[in-house]
């Protein structure tokens, strides 16, 4: 599975921005939305990936409490691109952020998805967003 990501910039605090990952290499049968879930994570340095949004198999979102109401995840199903949305942009927002995917075990439901880094072993190069003040 191959993630690419984009949309990444510098804009000023307020300001909105849409990063995209468009995926592909899916092999043996996986259908894409009913056998993964996908994850938006962003990084700043000497901290480790902190999982902002999650989209599950069914289209169930979740979001980090600090990104709930100005982060928007969602999924273009026909596109096979998973979006993210940023409202009313801050300084503190400024990290590297990617896009992640894991093919979704058997015993797991299909509306939970996993902020949690670990849980991901396909992962996208990042986009930078600088945010100034």
């Known amino acids: 599975v191959q993630l690419v990501e984009s949309g990444g910039g510098s804009v000023q605090a307020g300001g909105s921005l849409r990063l995209s990952c468009v995926v592909s290499g899916f092999t043996g049968g996986d259908y894409f939305m009913r056998d993964y879930y996908m994850a938006w994570f962003r990084q700043t340095p000497g901290k480790g990936r902190e999982g902002v949004a999650c989209?599950?198999?069914?289209?169930?979102?979740n979001y980090a409490d600090t990104v709930k109401g100005r982060f928007t995840i969602s999924l273009d199903k026909a596109a096979s691109t998973l979006y993210l949305q940023i409202q009313n942009l801050q300084p503190e927002d400024t990290a590297l952020f990617y896009c992640a995917a894991q093919r979704r075990p058997p015993y797991m439901s299909s509306w939970h998805c996993s902020r949690a880094s670990s849980n991901f072993r396909n992962w996208g190069q990042g986009t930078q967003v600088t945010v100034s003040s």
């Open positions: 989209i599950a198999a069914d289209g169930t979102t």
